[in-house]
């Protein structure tokens, strides 16, 4: 009988063969400060199809791991690390995802390039943070570079590209 493959072997597999590179520094800004379209690297969607990710998985994420659970909470423009709290697909809670925020346009925008699950090695992906009814609009005392949110949970959804 065959031995069933952990998500950690998958992980591992994935890492050795595709090398992860989580940082995006050339995305073109809109007028309102928003990034540009991106699209999703090769091997973020190779690894998304070999964990079988698709467009239609999502989840629930708190968006800054380092204000778990606070409201309101502020996001700064650049890096952020977030915590899956529900599954996204074979990636349970506690995975980090890691990505980048932008606060210039009047929502604020989260791009991710990364998954680390907690018995494996970082995977690439291509996910976005969204709630419904503009609730990732940030709060009109938000600071340049900064975006005040009211809610540390946001919904995280796997993607093809960035638009």
């Known amino acids: 009988m065959k031995a069933p493959r952990t998500l950690s072997s998958v992980a591992f597999v994935l890492a050795l063969a595709l090398g992860c590179t989580t940082t995006r520094g050339g995305v073109g800004l809109r007028p309102d400060g928003s990034p540009g379209p991106e699209d999703c690297p090769e091997d973020a969607l190779q690894a998304m199809r070999i ?13 800054d791991i380092n204000q778990d659970d606070v409201s309101p909470i ?15 697909g074979p990636l349970e ?4 995802l890691y990505g980048r925020v932008w606060t210039g346009g009047p929502q604020v925008v989260v ?4 998954a680390h699950p907690p018995d494996g ?6 996910a976005v943070a969204r709630l419904s009814k503009g609730q990732l609009r940030k709060r009109p005392d938000s600071l340049p570079g900064t975006a005040i949110l009211e809610f540390s949970k946001a919904g995280v959804d796997i993607v093809e590209s960035f638009r």
């Open 51 to 63: 964990l079988r990710l698709r467009v239609v998985d999502g989840a629930d994420v708190e968006l």
């Open 74 to 88: 502020t996001l700064y423009d650049g890096p952020v690390e977030s915590m899956l709290i529900s599954s996204l």
């Open 93 to 96: 809670s506690p995975t980090r």
């Open 111 to 114: 791009r991710y390039y990364a």
């Open 121 to 126: 090695d970082r995977i690439p992906i291509c």
